[in-house]
């Protein structure tokens, strides 16, 4: 089993700065692959961002260049820095992991409204 945690969403204005974290415990490797999905409100779930294990990481279109994935000190620790922010990014943000044996794991999200 395996365990995500997010925190850090928030309330944020336009063009401000928000960092998601995404904490991960149980039976899972360091450093693992790790990645971002959102969901807003009407909208199916979309992919968001993934760092590999070896810290090589992809981007959505819609958040290149703005949003940034990096792990903390803690090697079971995910950041989601989230720059420029648009009222469009406005989502439940999940983290998420698949693991060695298929097996999908999800977080249960985090809240970002962009609004002024």
């Known amino acids: 089993q395996v365990q995500l945690v997010e925190s850090g969403g928030g309330l944020v204005q336009p063009g401000g700065s928000l960092r998601l974290s995404c904490t991960a415990s149980?039976?899972?490797?360091?450093?693992?692959?790790m990645m971002w999905y959102r969901q807003a409100p009407g909208k199916e779930r979309e992919w968001v961002a993934t760092i590999h294990r070896g810290d090589t990481s992809n981007y959505a279109g819609a958040v290149k260049g703005r949003f940034f994935i990096s792990r903390g000190d803690d090697r079971f620790l995910t950041y989601l820095q989230m720059n420029s922010v648009k009222p469009e990014d406005t989502a439940v943000y999940y983290c998420?992991?698949?693991?060695?044996?298929?097996?999908?794991?999800w977080g249960q999200g985090t809240q970002v409204t962009v609004s002024s």
């Open positions: 998420y992991h698949r693991s060695r044996g298929g097996i999908d794991y």
């Open positions: 149980g039976n899972i490797v360091p450093y693992p692959d």
